[in-house]
């Protein structure tokens, strides 16, 4: 993969969904599902690419077969104890998390991002975007020495991604657009997502 270090992309897929309605996952945009168009563009920029989920039976038939499925406990318990979970299946250094629902992320972005991981400093767990002061965890890279770090903060109760990489040493992902972060929570984001001119050229 040339100047790439080997990934795996660990997708999440275990959030209620509760602002859209439905299942986002599942949603429909440029002819695929929310889910099967981000394993395909995982697959361009990774080695192996896992789906952690409450719900295997739900999306086993919709996601290229190549992706491993990742089951998660149900109640779940939010997006970092799913990614501490999947972390345990990894067998390469880094680890591109990512949500279902990032419509705007290409392959080129990330193998661009991926670019910047052989500059992290030997001792950072992760390559992390910020919004303002706050962390962007599910668009971002980590470093699979991160896991202890992690399972200790998991032990003391912790539960949040901001608190963690707060206490974590963390390198900044520098993003000149942010847009690209942009995913659907509601109604609303879905139609701002098909109606843009913008978008809908991306994949021509």
């Known amino acids: 993969m040339g100047d790439f270090p080997a990934l795996t992309a660990l997708i999440l897929a275990g959030g209620q969904s509760s602002r859209m309605g439905r299942d986002k996952a599942l949603l429909s945009f440029q002819g695929l599902s929310f889910l099967e168009n981000t394993c395909l563009i995982a697959q361009d920029c990774a080695v192996q690419v896992s789906v952690i989920t409450p719900w295997p039976e739900r ?6 077969q190549y992706c491993r499925i990742i089951k998660e406990p149900l109640p779940t318990r939010g997006p970092l104890l799913a990614f501490a979970l999947a972390l ?19 392959p080129p ?64 992902l520098i993003i000149d657009n942010s847009e690209i972060l942009f995913n659907c929570n509601t109604p609303e984001d879905l139609e701002i997502i098909i109606n843009s001119p913008d978008i809908n050229r991306k994949k021509t």
Request: glycine share 4%; hydrophobic share 45%.
């Open 88 to 106: 345990t299946f990894v067998s390469t250094d880094w680890v591109l998390l990512l949500p279902c629902d990032l419509p705007l992320l290409t």
């Open 59 to 64: 999306y086993e038939l919709i996601i290229p």
């Open 109 to 172: 972005i990330i193998q661009e991002w991926s670019r910047l991981l052989a500059t992290v400093p030997e001792n950072a767990m992760a390559l992390v975007p910020r919004c303002g002061n706050r962390w962007e965890p599910l668009c971002a890279f980590y470093h699979r020495r991160c896991l202890e770090s992690l399972q200790t903060y998991i032990q003391q109760g912790g539960t949040a991604f901001q608190k963690w990489l707060n206490v974590a040493v963390v390198e900044e």
